[in-house]
């Protein structure tokens, strides 16, 4: 509960701090491309009659899956690249494919598996995996050497070990590469829904766009705001119950 507050506190200053930047840009660009604040938080409760909550519950479903796939993919690859005999397959794989843009694969992939959630999902999973991988890797490789020796001096067997250090050692990695990656799944999952779908924040914001109802699609761009918000406040929940070791 604390940890909701203590969010929602700093919800509201960014809030107001966002707010202000925005109130400053209307003024400054004075063209209807930038409403008036104001105007957009009053059109929020006319959302409703835009079939809002069936564009938000696909995204978040969306956001949702590709994240957790990120998260397990990048935990048991991330665990196995520090791998010393692993690494040396995985090591110039993750090399070799880390560069390619993957946004450039979203054709193909919609080819392979349709224009549904799964497309979508695979493309979040691609984009955020990789950036999670990297990182439980090398959280993995600085596990001080010293607390495996106390353990094996304890008479700790491998998988005690794996338990006890390297697997919350690892979650600690997954974790910080989400809340870091939480904005490209933001992005990625907007772009893939302004392709081949009718649901979704995406296509709401760019549906809005092309029809120049600004306040509306400035709304929408609130509302996936306000997803990515919770998101991230879901996964500061999750860290505060996994890593409670860390206290």
């Given amino acids: 509960m604390a940890i909701l507050v203590e969010k929602l506190r700093s919800f509201g200053i960014g809030l107001v701090i966002v707010g202000a ?61 520090a791998n010393v005999h692993a690494a040396k397959v995985l090591t110039p794989f993750l090399y070799f494919t880390y560069p390619i843009p993957r946004v450039a694969l979203l054709p193909v992939i919609m080819l392979v598996f349709g224009l549904g959630d799964t497309s979508k999902i695979i493309m979040i999973t691609l984009i955020v995996a990789y950036p999670i991988i990297i990182v439980v890797r090398d959280s993995v490789k600085d596990i001080p050497k010293e607390t ?39 992005a990625i999952l907007f772009f893939t829904e302004t392709y081949g779908t009718s649901f979704g924040m995406g296509f709401f914001i760019l549906d809005m766009w092309q029809r120049i109802n600004y306040v509306l699609m400035f709304a929408g761009i609130v509302v996936l705001s306000f997803t990515g918000f919770i998101i991230f406040v879901f996964i500061d929940v999750l860290e505060d119950v996994l890593l409670r070791w860390r206290k």
């Fill in 21 to 81: 930047i925005w109130y400053l840009a209307y003024i400054v660009i004075d063209r209807a491309v930038m409403p008036n604040p104001m105007l957009v938080i009053q059109s929020l409760p006319t959302l409703l009659n835009h079939n809002i909550g069936t564009h938000f519950m696909h995204s978040m479903y969306r956001a949702f899956m590709g994240l957790f796939f990120s998260m397990t993919i990048g935990l048991v690859v991330g665990i196995l690249a």
């Fill in 148 to 186: 495996y020796n106390t353990l094996i001096c304890l008479g700790a067997t491998r998988v005690q070990m794996f338990f006890t250090v390297t697997l919350p050692w690892a979650a600690s990695g997954v974790l910080s590469a989400m809340r870091i990656s939480l904005g490209t799944a933001i």
